[in-house]
């Protein structure tokens, strides 16, 4: 099963109010583990990028101002992701920027139905718990050493490892050979062998025996063995 993870960045918080998207990453999944693909493009918004946004991305005007807008990428995107689910974190927001800028470009914009929002997972399973991506991560012991700034392609990465741990996935099938093992190593550590022990039936024991088995009338084994 094929799975794009996928995340964006932005110039602020509302396509309504003219802000666009500066970033976009995606990581292939194949059976809910990344492949190695993956889809990377800066996006020149065509506006000025916020101070805040600056602070939050470390992406600038000046910087972005070099790179494409987003009609020159959008078709290589639509080509990355295909038709397949779309594993988002907060899918409405990237969702809502995404299908902004297909609309002015007059694409097709992408149905809600193809997202996966692991922001609501995450709701779902820990109710009441922090579920932002880095919450989760440290939830789920996620390394975050190289994540100074939002960027989407690291975002991607790092919320791969946790909707794989949302799904359970480590317990359920990373850990299964090695848990095997272990499983077999214990076994062997508590089993204890001991040596055959040997019965010698008395003369006396045998008469007994024979004594009863004559008092059987028509025993089954008689029948077959023709005695």
């Known amino acids: ?45 065509e506006r000025d990028v916020p101070e805040i946004s600056t602070k939050i991305t ?30 988002i ?25 193809r997202a996966i929002d692991t922001l609501y997972m995450a709701r ?7 579920a932002s991506l880095d919450a989760l991560c440290k939830r789920f012991n996620v390394d975050l050493s190289k994540r100074d700034k939002h960027g989407a392609l690291l975002d991607s990465e790092l919320l791969a490892q946790v909707y794989l741990e949302l799904l359970g996935g480590r317990q359920r099938s990373l850990g299964l050979i090695e848990t095997q093992e272990e499983t077999l190593i214990e076994i062997e550590e508590i089993t204890t062998v001991y040596p055959v022990r040997v019965f ?25 063995l023709g005695n």
């Open 124 to 130: 779902q399973k820990f109710p009441g718990s922090p």
């Open 200 to 224: 010698e039936i008395s003369e006396e024991e045998k008469s007994k025996h024979r004594e009863f088995l004559s008092q059987l009338k028509s025993p089954l084994w008689a029948n077959i």
């Open 1 to 45: 099963m094929r799975e794009i993870i996928l995340d964006t960045e932005t110039t602020g918080l509302s396509p309504a109010q003219g802000h666009r998207i500066i970033e976009i990453g995606c990581i292939e999944l194949f059976n809910h583990l990344p492949t190695g693909k993956s889809f990377h493009a800066y996006i020149n918004p």
């Open 89 to 113: 974190h907060n899918a409405d927001f990237d969702m809502a920027f995404l299908n902004a800028e297909l609309e002015r470009v007059k694409l097709p914009v992408l149905p809600k139905s």
């Open 58 to 87: 470390g992406l600038t005007t000046e910087f972005l101002k070099s790179h494409p807008i987003f009609e020159k990428v959008v078709h290589d995107f639509l080509a990355f992701i295909g038709e397949d689910p779309l594993v």
